[in-house]
């Protein structure tokens, strides 16, 4: 039995969640874009000065470049995901929705894990704002692994063998 069966959320609002899992494949995706592009202009000598912004506290010279390299490479991997989970959903293989799933979970463990040291080591008004600003964004995408956990268990569920056992 699936967790949710319709999906909404500020940015769209979908009363299957087969074409949610469509929306958000497209979200992580054009995200990923984003966050690969920012990455990019942080690591050619942009501002990351912000707390709330992802190289925040990062040598140009030195930790930037591996921090920015490994975020480049974890959002090229997240598109590849996002590509597999849109053929996993059209041709009803379930093992295609895995990678994403595992992703979007790292993902969420990280939005977590920098708003807590956000929280921790820098306990402003203003950073505080900014936690729950990407608590809530991380909030979001736990609700959209959720929708596309419930659609891996409804194909599970279609894919599965009903035996009816008849005794004379």
Same mark, same amino acid.
């Given at each position: 039995?699936?967790?949710?069966?319709t999906?909404?959320?500020?940015?769209?609002?979908?009363l299957?969640?087969?074409?949610?899992?469509?929306?958000?494949?497209?979200?992580?995706?054009?995200?990923?874009?984003?966050?690969?592009?920012?990455?990019?202009?942080?690591?050619a000598?942009?501002?990351?000065?912000?707390?709330?912004l992802?190289l #925040?506290?990062?040598?140009? +010279?030195?930790?930037?470049?591996?921090a920015?390299?490994f !975020?480049? *490479?974890?959002?090229?991997?997240? %598109?590849?995901c996002?590509?597999?989970?849109?053929?996993?959903v059209?041709?009803?293989?379930?093992?295609?929705?895995?990678?994403?799933?595992i992703?979007?979970?790292l993902?969420?463990?990280?939005?977590?894990?920098?708003?807590?040291w956000?929280?921790?080591?820098y #306990?402003?008004?203003?950073? +505080?704002f900014?936690?729950?600003?990407?608590?809530?964004? !991380?909030? *979001?995408?736990?609700?959209?692994? %959720?929708?596309?956990?419930?659609?891996?268990?409804i194909?599970?569920?279609?894919?599965?063998?009903h035996?009816?056992?008849?005794?004379p």
């Amino acid at each position: 039995m699936p967790t949710v069966s319709t999906c909404w959320s500020p940015c769209f609002y979908h009363l299957n969640v087969r074409s949610a899992t469509f929306a958000i494949a497209f979200y992580t995706a054009m995200f990923s874009i984003v966050a690969i592009s920012h990455t990019c202009y942080v690591m050619a000598g942009g501002d990351s000065s912000q707390p709330y912004l992802p190289l #925040y506290e990062t040598n140009l +010279s030195t930790s930037t470049q591996s921090a920015g390299t490994f !975020m480049i *490479f974890y959002f090229v991997v997240f %598109i590849i995901c996002s590509v597999l989970l849109v053929q996993g959903v059209r041709k009803e293989y379930r093992g295609l929705f895995f990678p994403w799933m595992i992703t979007m979970l790292l993902l969420c463990l990280f939005m977590a894990g920098y708003g807590l040291w956000l929280l921790i080591d820098y #306990y402003i008004l203003w950073n +505080s704002f900014a936690v729950i600003c990407i608590w809530l964004w !991380m909030c *979001f995408n736990v609700y959209c692994l %959720i929708c596309v956990y419930s659609q891996y268990k409804i194909v599970t569920e279609m894919q599965s063998r009903h035996i009816e056992l008849l005794y004379p």
